[in-house]
């Protein structure tokens, strides 16, 4: 029995307390300012889903417990029952205070000579939420001021709410919706009275009674729960009777832990969002597309692994809509070998060869064509660092090709030489326009070379950038979630992004359909590569200085697809191109997108025609010209020039020179040959073209 010292000094504290409580209460000193934004900051996790709800991830707050906030009508009527029954029968009689149990406890306690009950309501309990303290008299007088205030201001539902949404289940599980998921698979809503009971006592000692440690002790509590609510007969003895003999498995499953590197860059862009703690994030991602990208790209990566190629990564977008469908940004986020959480698909990386669709689509829309020749013959360039004269990959020149073959054969010489008379000013114009950031500094400061990739990109902005040509010219940016949903109900969208209209129809469709020419492409990579689909597709590859970066996009109607591989170390690859490193993957991602149905081609522009023109010149052929091709122009801008660079010369067969007029015309025979303009004749004679006779043969 407790000495008459104690029983005093307990009466004492008690009357004390009282005391206390009402002056908290008459002053109002104790009223939390904003009790559902603290309990949020302090318990609450976001959901993060794909596009058709099946889930990504938990993210959670400063103190790493897992809690839902889901209105108090997503929750099992048993849950509520059961909650009440078992924690706070007078809660909706009580003022937040409950009184009567208060002197039930303390005189129970003083019977024990210890404290074995608190007499806390559920109402006292979500004051504690908001600040725990040890179980001192002083805190639990503070903790009965403030549940007070919060009667005094709060509906009772509000409340219930409150401490459904963020009571302790066990372990970092709070809040039943996070529980029931837990623990049972399912939502707070579907939960039967058995399930119910048993969460209903889980909140009394969330580790003691752990479901998951020691699921026998939480079965007997919540079976003595059930026996109690029947005994009292506020339960039908049937339902009872159903409730106990229900199995109860408690089936836990690892956290799920997809798409990371899109979760955590999303959580970057919406910090503001993430910070009020949304209840679920529904990102536009396709979780099975993600794992089976995931999986090409770990394949593919390790078929290379012989060449010091340690990572990769690949961003899949839904033309239409600009939806990010998938993102890995990695070969595998613990990965911690090879630098696996870092996020390949927004790293600054030099993008190669993939800026020159833009110089050819603003040369276009400047009236080239695919027809137009260029010059990829040595040439030099001034530039602030002196004299610089680029080279092609295969290190040889071509002399005179059409645009079309120097776009799709990805040649060096040809895009600077286009762009010093287009002018970088303009690229880089239009490099922004499509969205390509970070290009901030003057044009002379990136000068010619830009048309290689001598800036930084990321393979999000530059998958999003190489979509315009599959959107008819229209730039989109990336999206990444599709709704943000609170607890309270309301739902945050992204901001409904306008299409900007960057090139026009015709110089897109001409972009893409020179990057779907197989035979365009021949000169450089020769037919039946990985670029070469079984459908209607576009791509350009890239290759970075030194072998470091590795870059492959293609775009059909419905899809746009990058692909990135390379070191996160900076590492060079070993004789690794666009088209054995990362073309391959691009390839196996694209087939997978349209193993149901290939994809149509784009309609053709009604304002592109099609005219046949020579081979060599691009110009509108003569009877001299020996081969002839067909090519597209916009029809504002069609071919008009005759070709001159076939010449039909009267030679005597005698001597090989120029037929003079008296030469006997059984002498003379008609021969084509090339006539070259000045700045390719170097070129010409070096490639052995046999020039045109300068002189008349004797008469």
Known sequence: MPSRRSVALLAAAGIVGLLVVCVLLRTGALGPADVERRLLERYASTRVVDRHGAPLRTVTGVLHT??????????????VEMTLLAEDRRYRAHVGVDPLAALRAAWTNLRSARVVSGASTL???????????SRTLPAKLREAGRALAIDGRYDKDTVLGWYLSFAPYGALVRGAEQAARTYFQKPARDLTLAEAALLAVLPRSPVRLDPRRHLDRALAASHRLIDRVCADGLIAADRCAEALAQPIVVRTVPPEFHAPHLVDLLIKRERDAFASRPLEVATTLDRQLQADVTALVRGHLNRLAGRNVSNGAVVVLDNASADVLALV??????????????NGAIALRQPGSTIKPFTYAVAFS?????????ADVESHFATEQGDWSPTNYAENFNGPVRARVALASSLNVPAVRLLARVGAGRLQHALIAVGLAGLDKTPAHYGLALTLGDSEVTLLGLTAALATFARKGQALPPRLYRAIRFADGSVAKPPVAQPRSVFSEEVAWLISDILADPAARAPAFGRHGPLELPFHASAKTGTSKGFRDNWAVGWTSRYTVGVWVGNFDGSPMREVSGVTGAGPLLRDVLIHLHADEPPPPPPRPASVVSRSVCALSGDLPTPACPLRVDEFFVATNPAATVCAMHVEVAI??????????????????RKTFVRLPAHLRAWGDRAGLIAEPTRCAAA
């Open 366 to 374: 400047a009236g080239f064509s695919p027809a137009t020749v260029l």
């Open 123 to 133: 109402t006292m309990q979500v004051a504690r939420m908001l600040e725990p303290a």
């Open 66 to 79: 897992r809690a839902s906030a889901v209105p108090l009508g997503e929750i099992s009527a048993h849950l």
């Open 329 to 342: 940004g990695s070969r595998g986020w613990d990965d911690h070998a090879h630098l696996g959480a870092n």
């Open 652 to 669: 005597d067969r005698r001597d090989g020179g120029r037929a003079g007029p008296g030469c006997p015309a059984e002498h003379v025979e």
